[in-house]
Nanobody, 121 residues
Framework: QVQLLESGGGLVQTGDSLTLSCAAS????????MGWFRQAPGKERDFVAS????????LYADSVKGRFTISRDDAKNTMYLQMNSLKPEDTAVYYC??????????????WGQGTQVTVSS
């Protein structure tokens, strides 16, 4: 069992940067591939990025490629999402997930509660 807790969301302006954190507790964090998803009001939950259990492989949605960076610190049991050049369309609740790798939400076993990111124009 893995418990996930996101933090770092907030209200920012277009072009700003923000870093989200996902703190994990429970079973060995380093053995899990991890991912970030987001859900805007009235829309489905979309894949943002994922990172392999060793951190050597990352995958990004086309909409965030070149602007967002996913990383992990296994010593701190924490995953990060560095978001640069934020746009209003990035506004959503951001969720971290564990146990899967890639864009399919159904592949992930554990989910956090989400953190709100709002980008004003």
């Amino acid at each position: 069992q893995v418990q996930l807790l996101e933090s770092g969301g907030g209200l920012v302006q277009t072009g700003d940067s923000l870093t989200l954190s996902c703190a994990a507790s429970g079973r060995a964090f380093s053995s899990y591939a991890m991912g970030w998803f987001r859900q805007a009001p009235g829309k489905e939950r979309d894949f943002v990025a994922s990172i392999s259990w060793g951190g050597g492989h990352a995958l990004y949605a086309d909409s965030v490629k070149g602007r967002f960076t996913i990383s992990r610190d296994d010593a701190k049991n924490t995953m990060y999402l560095q978001m640069n050049s934020l746009k209003p369309e990035d506004t959503a609740v951001y969720y971290c997930a564990a146990g899967g790798l890639g864009p399919l939400a159904d592949d992930y076993d554990y989910w956090g509660q989400g953190t709100q990111v709002t980008v004003s124009s």
